[in-house]
């Protein structure tokens, strides 16, 4: 593509959201939506990109501070064209095209503006996109030939009978020249229902002049808008399949596709297993021939080859499961790397320890690695094994093939191959359970007669 630069209009309320944050940064898929767009975009690499802004514009200045985005702010909001103008300024010293979209219409695709800006390699001086949704809804028509040259475009509180019949409608991106954008866009009226300046009529005002206009078609689940926690939901519901879909044909086994949840980074190699009801959060990558076992939930970890994870076990950031590796059910890691064919198996915690390769950490484990001030490190060596309901309390060390006895409650260093125990000592006294229980029942006998 050539010269190429994009306006995103963010400027409205979203009143239908019922939210105090911006529309455009409610997350889909563990990603603010304008996130989602701007990376399909990036695709093109685009020269410039102005965000235009209104309502809560500082929270988008916030979100957008680390991107070479200018944010242009629109105070009034009179409609979008109004507001796609209010980029000019930004892009006074631009020449070359120009798309405007939605950032409430996160899934455009790349592909889909090369499209468009192909059809300007013609005839054409503008270029829309338009879809056929299963219901037309109130959604602004496109009156346009077989060929493609849009003869109209009319909002739907505009339109006639006759013009609300037609199912080919507006998505609301355009692509242009900035030379005929800017004086079509300054020659947009407000003579309609709403009183309002509607982009589309920079394609009304193009025919006036008699230039031509053509629209390229994609699917609805492209340009679905998102208005409101409902549709949401449903732009969720649909990336969510997508991405399952891509997992499988890059050679992963979903046992329950419907009950697995990725989020939009998650990286998952060939043979991987899943099983049902396990969620991703951002962060997470699982290397080739890793099983994840039902209800687990995985954040900003990675699983090496070969690993296995679960049932019901947590995966938090900085989690690292080196080959081979196993963690079992109710078994949590925070900031720690278990290595090549260790386990922990059941019921344990380790949180900003590294375990050797090869250590057994049995059930009921714990790193106590916070003493409400600050985070200490426990360091388990090669071989080590940690027996049941174990307390580590670090700074603490356990040397390669030492063993710490059940029970323990470990504050010092133990040295390689060392046996560390630390228990109280057990007092045995013969006979004594039977006596109790004996004179219990007498009591409780005893009791009961006086009762009557």
């Known amino acids: 593509m050539r010269e190429f630069a994009t306006i995103i209009l963010a400027a409205g309320k979203g009143t239908r959201m019922k939210s105090d944050l911006h529309k455009v940064l409610h997350p889909i898929a563990g990603r603010p939506m304008l996130e989602h767009l701007l990376a399909?975009?990036?695709?093109?690499?685009?020269?410039?990109?102005?965000?235009?802004?209104?309502?809560?514009?500082?929270?988008?200045?916030?979100?957008?501070?680390?991107?070479?985005?200018t944010?242009?702010?629109?105070?009034?909001q009179l409609g979008t064209a109004h507001a796609a103008l209010q980029a000019k300024t930004a892009l006074a010293d631009y020449s070359g095209l120009i798309m405007v979209c939605f950032g409430d219409c996160p899934m455009v695709k790349a592909e889909t503006v090369r499209r468009l800006a192909a059809v300007l390699e013609g005839d054409a001086r503008v270029a829309v996109l338009?879809?056929?949704?299963?219901?037309?809804?109130?959604?602004?028509?496109?009156?346009?030939?077989?060929?493609?040259?849009?003869r109209k475009m009319v909002e739907f509180k505009d339109a006639t009978d006759e013009e609300r019949a037609v199912d080919l409608c507006n998505s609301g991106v355009i692509v242009a020249h900035s030379d005929d954008l800017w004086r079509l866009l300054e020659s947009v009226g407000n003579d309609n229902a709403q009183g309002e300046y509607y982009l589309p009529d920079v394609a009304t005002n193009a025919i006036a002049e008699g230039l031509q206009v053509s629209v390229v078609e994609t699917g609805e689940a492209e340009v679905q808008g998102i208005n409101s926690r409902a549709e949401l939901a449903q732009a969720e519901a649909q990336w969510q399949e997508l991405k399952r879909e891509e997992a499988m044909t890059n050679g992963a086994s979903?046992?329950?596709?419907?009950?697995?949840?990725?989020?939009?980074?998650?990286?998952?190699?060939?043979?991987?297993?899943?099983?049902?009801?396990?969620?991703?959060?951002?962060?997470?990558?699982?290397?080739?021939?890793?099983?994840?076992?039902?209800?687990?939930?995985?954040?900003?970890a990675e699983i090496g080859p070969g690993c296995e994870v679960g049932p019901f076990a947590r995966l938090r950031p900085g989690a690292v499961m080196e080959k081979g590796s196993k963690v079992g059910n109710f078994v949590e890691?925070?900031?720690?790397?278990?290595?090549?064919g260790a386990k922990a198996n059941h019921l344990t915690y380790l949180g900003d320890a590294e375990v050797g390769p090869g250590a057994n950490i049995g059930a009921g484990t714990i790193t106590c690695n916070y003493d409400g001030y600050f985070k200490y490190k426990t360091v388990i060596g090669p071989r080590a094994f940690i027996g049941s309901n174990s307390a580590l309390i670090a700074p603490v060390k356990i040397g390669a093939d030492a063993i710490v006895a059940a029970g323990s409650a470990v504050s010092r260093d133990v040295a390689d191959g060392e046996l560390r125990m630390v228990?109280?000592?057990?007092?045995?006294?013969?006979?004594?359970?039977?006596?109790?229980?004996?004179?219990?029942?007498?009591?409780?006998?005893?009791k009961a007669e006086k009762g009557k």
């Open 40 to 69: 399909n975009l990036a695709e093109l690499t685009p020269t410039h990109t102005v965000v235009v802004a209104g309502d809560r514009h500082e929270q988008l200045r916030q979100a957008l501070a680390a991107h070479s985005i």
């Open 71 to 76: 944010v242009a702010l629109q105070e009034p």
């Open 130 to 150: 338009g879809f056929r949704p299963a219901d037309p809804l109130s959604y602004g028509r496109i009156i346009a030939d077989e060929a493609g040259t849009v």
């Open 254 to 300: 979903l046992r329950a596709p419907e009950t697995v949840f990725f989020s939009w980074d998650t990286e998952i190699g060939r043979d991987v297993t899943i099983e049902p009801n396990v969620v991703f959060g951002p962060g997470a990558k699982v290397a080739d021939g890793a099983t994840i076992r039902a209800f687990s939930h995985i954040e900003g």
């Open 333 to 340: 890691m925070k900031k720690a790397v278990l290595g090549e």
């Open 423 to 446: 228990r109280g000592e057990q007092l045995v006294k013969p006979g004594w359970a039977d006596r109790f229980h004996d004179a219990m029942k007498k009591k409780k006998a005893e």
